[in-house]
């Protein structure tokens, strides 16, 4: 059974960088989508990015509007993990932060109660 961990998060400046793992065991990522979301508590989680491929055929990434620009999801199938690279981040970006797993190539990131795997979540917080 597919079972993901995140790590990478912390507190970091307004203006730095940070990358998220999302690592997988259990399986494969190979044949999986994985995105991911953002949550601040009493809001609805909210996606990101996701990274897939169509019939075997070249991964490829999609991501939010508002995430266009300074997120970057990277598929490393060597080390069977996905990344999340934020750049220029910005108070506004403090959050947990979960990756999710689903066997579709269409979940898509509007709703994210369509998503079948999810890890525990990696907080992040940027502050002065």
């Known amino acids: 059974q597919l079972q993901l961990v995140e790590s990478g998060g912390g507190l970091v400046r307004p203006g730095g960088s940070l990358r998220l793992s999302c690592a997988a065991s259990?399986?494969?990522?190979?044949?999986?989508?994985v995105g991911w979301f953002r949550q601040v508590p009493g809001k609805e989680r909210e996606g990101i990015s996701y990274n897939t491929r169509q019939n075997g055929g070249p991964y490829y990434a999609e991501y939010a509007d508002s995430a266009k620009g300074r997120f970057t999801i990277v598929r490393d199938k060597a080390k069977n993990t996905v990344y999340l690279q934020i750049d220029s981040l910005k108070p506004e970006d403090t959050d947990g932060y979960y990756c999710?797993?689903?066997?579709?190539?269409?979940?898509?990131?509007?709703?994210?109660?369509?998503?079948?795997?999810w890890g525990q979540g990696t907080q992040v917080a940027v502050s002065s």
């Open positions: 999710a797993a689903d066997y579709s190539s269409y979940v898509g990131l509007t709703n994210w109660r369509k998503w079948g795997t």
């Open positions: 259990g399986d494969s990522l190979d044949a999986w989508t």
